[in-house]
């Protein structure tokens, strides 16, 4: 039975991608014809944000076994512009996050360029591709970041740096909360869970998955301005994790 359980996922696994890779190529076409119309005088790029939470929104909906609970919308201040702090359990985490509806960049590793569709989204939207290697990226994701905050855009950034492997949190970096420092604007926490489970590295996409967002209290940059970024750091760290232990305990239990 579960031979047959497990066959049946490949398959629709497969045919769940293909559906995938032959849509966006037809999305990406408008995405295009979007940015083509908008650019230069969008200097944000809202529209075309704006078009990106749609496609990852229907992408989202395809599945109705796939159900999403999001909580504390309410502590979005609206116009308030951020450094969007989130854990990072899979690539589907993409698309979970534009569930946020705020308008924002990403930080991604460069790498990403290089996909097909995802890359050139990625490239038009004009966000934050670092090499995670180089120290000559990380002042650059400085650079960039600042001039988008500036501009009016959030800045959404992953502080493990990669993937977890099972769930649970990863150490923070510090990028973030300097970016953060730095720019003078609060922080806002957000904690996810299930997209590990929904797209594991193995592509066996998983079928029915419950998927949370927990949107955290801001943290005023008041707060933080003067604190040592390491200390901070880990002050944050620890708070969003303490929220993903009580979202999903079963993750922590052989810890």
Not at 20 to 31: E, G, M, Q, R, S
Not at 109 to 126: D, Q, S, Y
Not at 147 to 154: D, L, M, Q, R, T
Request: charged share 25%; glycine share 4%; hydrophobic share 50%.
């Amino acid at each position: 039975m579960k031979k047959v359980k497990h066959i049946l996922q490949v398959l629709m696994s497969v045919f769940l991608w293909t559906y995938l890779v032959v849509t966006a190529l037809a999305l990406f076409v408008i995405d295009f014809v979007v940015w083509l119309l908008t650019f230069w005088w969008d200097k944000r790029l809202w529209i075309l944000h704006g078009y990106s939470i749609f496609w990852a929104m229907f992408y989202l909906k395809i599945n109705p076994f796939w159900k999403v609970k999001i909580e504390g919308r309410n502590k979005v201040k609206k116009g308030q512009v951020y450094v969007i702090v989130s854990n990072h359990q899979s690539a589907f985490d993409i698309v979970l996050l534009y569930r946020l509806y705020m308008h924002f960049k990403w930080v991604a590793k460069r790498e990403l360029a290089r996909v097909p569709v995802i890359g050139w989204n990625l490239l038009l939207n004009r966000h934050i591709l670092i090499d995670r290697a180089s120290a000559v990226s990380t002042k650059h994701m400085f650079q960039k970041g600042l001039a988008h905050i500036k501009n009016g855009s959030s800045v959404l950034i992953f502080p493990e740096g990669t993937r977890s492997v099972n769930g649970r949190f990863r150490r923070f970096k510090e990028g973030a909360f300097l970016l953060a420092q730095k720019a003078e604007v609060p922080i806002l926490p957000v904690v996810i869970d299930g997209t590990i489970d929904i797209l594991p590295k193995s592509g066996i996409v998983n079928l029915k998955q419950s998927l949370t967002i927990k949107i955290l209290d801001e943290i005023p940059w008041e707060s933080f301005k003067d604190k040592p970024v390491q200390e901070f750091t880990k002050e944050v760290s620890a708070k969003m994790e303490g929220e993903h232990r009580k979202i999903a305990p079963a993750r922590y239990l052989d810890v």
